[in-house]
């Protein structure tokens, strides 16, 4: 049974930096995608950054491309999101995900597990 622990959210003020943290317990990291999305009030999910199986492949959306990085340690079966140049609109819950795929860049629903969401809030 998978399960799945996020943490590291919190309040920052513009122009901080927060890192996301997300353990996956009983998943190989050898065999998923991963990623992390987010989710603003009123707004729909967005997904924000993914990093393929082998870790040779990263994508960004554009609202966070130079700003946000994702990383995994497979040995601490950890996945990251770092976050830098934090802007009032990326206030939203945010929510780390695994599909078990060995291709790029998944569908959302091809994402099996799930972390329970961390609030991250970003003050003017």
């Known amino acids: 049974q998978v399960q799945v622990v996020e943490s590291g959210g919190g309040l920052v003020q513009a122009g901080g930096s927060l890192m996301l943290s997300c353990r996956f317990s009983g998943l190989s990291f050898d065999d998923s995608a991963m990623a992390w999305f987010r989710q603003a009030p009123g707004k729909a999910r967005e997904e924000i950054a993914c990093?393929?199986?082998?870790?040779?492949?990263?994508y960004y959306a554009d609202s966070v491309k130079g700003r946000f990085i994702i990383s995994k340690d497979k040995a601490k079966n950890l996945l990251y999101i770092r976050m830098n140049s934090l802007k009032p609109e990326d206030t939203a819950m945010y929510y780390c995900?695994?599909?078990?795929?060995?291709?790029?860049?998944?569908?959302?629903?091809?994402?099996?597990?799930w972390g329970q969401g961390t609030q991250v809030t970003v003050s003017s």
């Open positions: 995900a695994a599909a078990p795929v060995h291709y790029d860049l998944p569908s959302e629903d091809e994402y099996t597990y």
């Open positions: 990093i393929n199986w082998s870790g040779s492949t990263t």
